[in-house]
């Protein structure tokens, strides 16, 4: 029987690096990507194959896919866009070049890499793409604007490439994590003070608090999960005869998914305001 395949980004740390151990546990080859040589070399050194591949850069993904195709004969059974990251602020700080670099690493490369990966899954007559999505793609929570624009948007065109992908054996699925042990806190921060002028806003006694958080390592949050929660969910998308169209994942994200239905804007707001 052949070895399934699977190419995940945003291997280094969190929710991509327990995917990639995941997979292989199962028995599954996995090219677990990162955007950093130096995590590339680490992956490389436990076993895994690991090109590199960085969404804000459309030389890597197309040069980490051909090496991935070349390892495996030209085919690909699942694709998981994992890779993402947050830059804090409020939305009416947030100038357009911070918008513009997270749209291109959070929504349009993953765009690209689909988008070359389509042909090859065509041709083979089947294969899996799961973008990672958010609770943060089915409601705005405050401070976090830019971040929740690039998962309303990947939701969009997930759910439109899923109708129009009907007609294959090519199924596009959405992994929509709540609060999940990851580096994503850590990692804003540099964002966060490179774009948000926050002494300078209208808001700044509040950014005393938004700092505080973001700074500080206080444990996990409310209902927060390991990132195997994650990897138990991907598993199944990637091995059950007919997925679902969506996986929910941490009990924030359930709550979410009901209350947008349920509840008026109004009241919708109210709640969120006090997340």
Known sequence: ???????????????????????????????????????????IDMGFDSPLIDYADSDTIQSGLAQTLAATGGTLDVLYNNGAYACPGAVEDLPRGALREIFEVNVFGYQELTNLVIPVMRAQGHGRIINCSSVLGLVGLKWRGAYVATKFALEGLTDVLRVEMGDTDIKIILIEPGPITSDIRKNAIPHFERWIDWKNSARAA????????????????????PAEAVTKKLIHAATSKRPKARYYVTTPTYLMGVLRRILPTRLLDAVIARA
């Open 1 to 43: 029987m052949t070895q399934k395949t699977i190419l995940i980004t945003g291997c280094s740390s969190g929710i991509g690096y327990d995917a990639a151990l995941g997979f292989r546990a199962q028995g599954w080859r996995v090219f677990a990507s990162c955007r950093q040589q130096a995590d590339c070399d680490r992956l």
């Open 206 to 225: 509040e950014y005393e608090q938004l700092r505080d958080r973001l700074y500080t390592d206080s444990g996990p949050d409310t209902f927060e999960l």
